[in-house]
């Protein structure tokens, strides 16, 4: 077993880029599995299976998966009550968000090359030298991001057993096991159901057939969403660990060296005593650093756009899937029956959270550029030269405009959002209730 303490040290120590990590590692292999790492654009030795044509693949298996469940439901749908259907239709908003990151993600060039910036540009691997307070911050996020790899990865491991184990134990403890031969007024239990038109349901040979196919669209379905969400959320907190950085160094920007204290002690409301401006050779120093600031800066808001172009219509839809999942689920849970809460309370309690989580997350952008507009305006401009100063203006107009990630180009990700989606939802339910 590795401790907390192994991991951080991994930070400093022995690595010699982002990909040494061990998070970002498990992140590869998973998304070497569905398409969606860039390792041709990053010039890694890639396996014969992966290019565009594994993508297409999957994508053409994404929408036969989607296509069987629509036709399934279509033919079978009279035969169940409202709480299995709810299952069955939440399985086809599943298949149907996994499929559109298909075609959004992994068929997509913007994203292949963002997330080509984020690994051999943007991770704070590559900042981490340039001030203690940076070696702290990525140690920080370091941190954060193994856990969070840690907590997906187990997550989605026990969704997908927990989804396909528990319709095979039905069905053993209804003896449905005990003879292979075709059941009589009996079915067999499918975690999904959607080997249209074969017959599965009364069928051993059959059933297997489906029991794997099923377990293979689960691990399909269930990694599309996740490391995709997972590898979002790495670049948000290299971004908030970005803005930490040029935060500080704002906070900490040089001040004259004739700059003294006064006999108690004290500065007298920041301003200086005995000079009122930077030394020549302070005002050239004053400049390099302006013009890094301003630079990190553009790094950041030039990173952010392209993460908006990239994931603004994936985005788009899982929000688009939420508002309709979260009323679908609380229309299940308001029977408040045994069997309707006990199977759909804990997703609906999941699902809420992890529409919460996700847009806290990235909200710590939106806070942080906030921030930032204080950081420029508190700087010893009231020293500087006129040209400096004019640099200042420029930078603080600059940091005026807030930083957001845009869901299809159209709504800022983050808690008022998730605010608009939870309340809409409530809406729909109660309206639906009422009939």
């Not at 095979?168 to 096991?177: D, I, P, Q, S, V």
């Not at 803005?243 to 006064?262: G, Q, T």
């Not at 603004?312 to 999942?325: D, E, N, V």
């Amino acid at each position: 077993m590795f401790s907390l303490d192994t991991y951080a040290g991994d930070a400093v120590v022995g690595i010699t880029g982002p990909m040494d990590y061990k998070y970002m590692k498990v992140l590869r292999f998973v998304l070497r599995i569905i398409s969606g790492w860039p390792g041709k654009a990053l010039g890694e030795k890639t396996l014969m299976i992966e290019g565009m044509g594994h993508a297409y693949y999957n994508t053409i298996l994404s929408l036969i998966y989607l296509a069987l469940g629509v036709a399934y439901l279509k033919k079978n749908a009279h035969r169940f009550g409202f709480l299995e259907l709810g299952q069955l239709y939440i399985v086809l908003l599943m298949n149907m968000l996994s499929t559109s990151r298909a075609f959004t993600l992994c068929l997509s060039k913007k994203y292949r090359a963002v997330a080509k910036i984020f690994i051999q540009k943007v991770h704070l691997f590559y900042f981490k030298d340039k001030s203690d307070y940076a070696m702290s911050i990525h140690i920080t996020v370091h941190r954060i991001s193994y856990f969070s790899a840690v907590y997906v990865s187990i997550m989605l491991s026990i969704a997908a057993c927990l989804f396909n184990l528990i319709p095979m134990y039905n069905n053993y403890a209804a003896g449905n096991f005990e003879s292979f031969d075709t059941l009589q007024n009996k079915t067999y239990e499918q975690a999904i159901s959607c080997l249209y038109p074969w017959n599965f349901e009364t069928n051993f040979k059959g059933y297997l057939v489906a029991t794997l196919s099923g377990w293979y669209g689960t691990v399909l379905c269930g990694s599309s969403v996740s490391m995709f969400d997972l590898f979002l959320c790495l670049m948000i907190f290299n971004l908030w660990g970005h803005f930490k950085i040029l935060i500080y160094n704002l906070d900490h920007f040089p001040r004259p060296a004739s700059e003294v204290v006064d006999a108690e002690g004290e500065e007298r409301s920041g301003r200086i005593i005995g000079s009122e401006m930077y030394s020549e050779s302070e005002l050239e120093e004053v400049a390099v650093k302006l013009k890094e600031c301003i630079q990190y800066h553009m790094l950041i808001v030039d990173f952010t756009n392209n993460m908006s172009d990239a994931f603004g219509m994936a985005l788009f839809i899982y929000y688009s899937f939420h508002q309709i999942t979260g009323c679908l689920l609380l229309l299940e849970c308001s029977q408040m029956t045994a069997a309707a809460l006990s199977r759909y309370l804990p997703l609906t309690i999941i699902m809420f959270g992890e529409l919460v989580l996700l847009s806290i997350i990235f909200e710590t952008i939106g806070t942080m550029s906030e921030k930032l507009k204080d950081a420029v305006y508190k700087m010893p401009w009231e020293y500087m030269d006129t040209k400096n100063r004019r640099t200042v203006l420029i930078f603080l107009i600059k940091v005026q405009e807030p930083i957001h990630v845009k869901a299809g180009g159209l709504v800022d990700v983050g808690v008022t959002t998730m605010a608009s989606i939870l309340k809409t939802s409530f809406s729909y339910f109660a309206f639906l209730r009422t009939f």
